[in-house]
Antibody, heavy 121, light 107 residues
Framework: QVQLQESGPGLVKPSGTLSLTCAVS?????????WSWVRQPPGKGLEWIGE???????NQNPSLKSRVNISVDKSKNQFSLKLSSVTAADTAVYYC??????????????WGQGALVTVSS | DIQMTQSPSSLSASVGDRVTITCRAS??????LNWYQQKPGKAPKLLIY???SLQTGVPSRFSGSGSGTDFTLTISSLQPEDFATYYC?????????FGQGTKVEIK
């Protein structure tokens, strides 16, 4: 079955750019339509960041849109997140997830294990 | 944006109790509503999609209902492994908004 794994630096300096990659295994990234990023600040709830279609089209949360870039590399079967101009408020566990079409509806399944990114000097 | 509001924010219950969590959307989302379970230090897990469809492998004590703006997640007989935080999420439109979560604690 499809599995996802996040990777990237765990510490980013304020005003810098957060970069994460999600490796997809157990299936082709082209076999599913949408691939997403969700984050969770420590002790808080889930926030959807954005998504990318396997062809490259994207949607972002309007609250983050100007700072978010999501890309896909089909040759490596992975997709990536870049979040610019980060502050301490961007400290969170970042999850990648497949946004799966169940025919009667869509849902995030499966999820990666999550990557903690701390913004600090 | 469609806002999702869960209630209660937390609850205390005993093993064997029937537990109900509600989720309200700020506008009609038909049946495009999902429920997730998250345990500490773990990624969320999809329990129910399309308001009432049980994801493969999820125990039948979990059920979902509702349509339009009001939805319910019910655990018919709470088990020790069910103590967790539960989130609803609308899949009607972008942005894909989550509720604020409901923490189910041991009484």
């Amino acid at each position: 079955q499809v599995q996802l794994q996040e990777s990237g630096p765990g510490l980013v300096k304020p005003s810098g750019t957060l970069s994460l990659t999600c490796a997809v295994s157990g299936g082709s990234i082209s076999s599913s339509k949408w691939w997403s990023w969700v984050r969770q600040p420590p002790g808080k709830g889930l926030e959807w960041i954005g998504e990318i279609y396997h062809s490259g089209s994207t949607n972002q949360n309007p609250s983050l849109k100007s700072r978010v870039n999501i890309s896909v590399d089909k040759s490596k079967n992975q997709f990536s997140l870049k979040l610019s101009s980060v502050t301490a408020a961007d400290t969170a566990v970042y999850y990648c997830a497949r946004y799966h079409d169940f025919l009667t509806g869509w849902g995030f399944d499966p999820w990666g294990q999550g990557a903690l990114v701390t913004v600090s000097s | 944006d469609i806002q999702m509001t869960q209630s209660p924010s937390s609850l205390s219950a005993s093993v064997g109790d029937r537990v109900t969590i509600t989720c309200r959307a700020s506008q009609s989302i038909s049946s495009y509503l999902n429920w997730y379970q998250q345990k500490p230090g773990k990624a969320p897990k999809l329990l129910i999609y399309a308001a009432s469809s049980l994801q493969t492998g999820v125990p039948s004590r979990f059920s979902g209902s509702g349509s339009g703006t009001d939805f319910t997640l019910t655990i018919s007989s709470l088990q020790p492994e069910d103590f967790a935080t539960y989130y609803c999420q609308q899949s009607y439109s972008s942005p894909r908004m989550f509720g604020q979560g409901t923490k189910v604690e041991i009484k």
